[in-house]
């Protein structure tokens, strides 16, 4: 037996639009919705190897400064796809310490989200 998790299997964020967020996430990152195999109206979310849960809420929160952040593994071609979808980041910086780099986007309820990379760091 042991005491040490095996990774976080999802987080779960509330979203305004459950559309929009299916929608903005699979253009985004690639997710897939899965039907709930219960009544549920949590939005459910996959990579396979990791997965993002939305609940629907009438009115979103502020939730900066919390957020998540999401590796990336090819920088220049993600800021490139962002680019083709039209979504704004701050400013890429740059930690040469560790050969990474990462900035911030919004999705469309506002949520933050980090934006990492890491040139140096095994697979």
Known sequence: MSNKPRYIHHVNFPTT????????YSKVFGLKAITPKSNTKVVLMT???????????????RMAPYHFAIEV????GF????????????????????????????DPDHTMIELVYHGNRPA
């Open 17 to 24: 639009d459950p559309e929009r967020t299916k929608e903005w």
């Open 47 to 61: 990579r396979g190897n990791f997965d993002l849960h939305f609940t629907p809420v009438e009115e979103m929160d």
């Open 73 to 76: 593994d090819d920088w220049d």
């Open 79 to 106: 800021m490139e796809h962002l680019a083709e979808l039209g979504i704004r980041h701050t400013r890429p910086v740059e930690r040469p310490e560790n050969k990474s780099k990462f900035c911030y986007i919004h």
